[in-house]
């Protein structure tokens, strides 16, 4: 079994965009202008054969901070479809008015 963690930041890391597993961990306690945050979704079989798992499934979401809106983001999409991901749901998550933060969440699947 593959650590989708390590694939998910594997996949963007050339970005050069920081990120986080699941929530905000800098340092400095202050947000960058713009910045990853991926979570896993779910994770489950997908195909089995004599009663033992041969494929797991992998969905995950990938949302995408900026404090300067949603019209130019990093290429996440790009980055996980070259690392084997399928493009799922794309949705725009709620402005956040504490961080000044615009939000764009992408689920990814991946068997």
Same mark, same amino acid.
């Given at each position: *079994?593959?650590?989708?963690?390590?694939?998910?930041?594997?996949?963007?890391? @050339?970005? &050069?965009?920081? *990120?986080?597993?699941?929530?905000?961990? @800098?340092?400095?306690?202050?947000?960058?202008?713009?910045? $990853?945050?991926?979570?896993?979704?779910?994770?489950? #079989?997908?195909?089995?054969?004599?009663?033992?798992?041969?494929? =797991?499934?992998? =969905?995950?979401q990938?949302s995408i901070? &900026?404090?300067?809106? $949603?019209?130019? $983001? #990093?290429?996440?999409?790009?980055?996980?479809? %070259? %690392?084997?991901? *399928?493009?799922?749901? =794309?949705? *725009?998550?709620?402005?956040?008015?504490?961080?000044?933060?615009?939000?764009?969440?992408?689920?990814?699947?991946?068997?």
């Amino acid at each position: *079994m593959s650590d989708v963690f390590s694939e998910v930041k594997s996949a963007l890391t @050339g970005l &050069s965009v920081p *990120m986080w597993a699941g929530a905000y961990l @800098g340092a400095s306690g202050e947000l960058p202008d713009v910045f $990853l945050i991926y979570s896993l979704i779910s994770d489950y #079989p997908a195909q089995h054969a004599d009663n033992t798992e041969q494929e =797991r499934a992998h =969905r995950v979401q990938v949302s995408i901070y &900026s404090r300067t809106g $949603l019209e130019s $983001l #990093p290429n996440v999409v790009g980055a996980m479809t %070259a %690392a084997g991901w *399928m493009t799922g749901q =794309r949705r *725009m998550l709620p402005y956040q008015q504490q961080t000044g933060h615009h939000c764009l969440a992408i689920d990814f699947v991946k068997i």
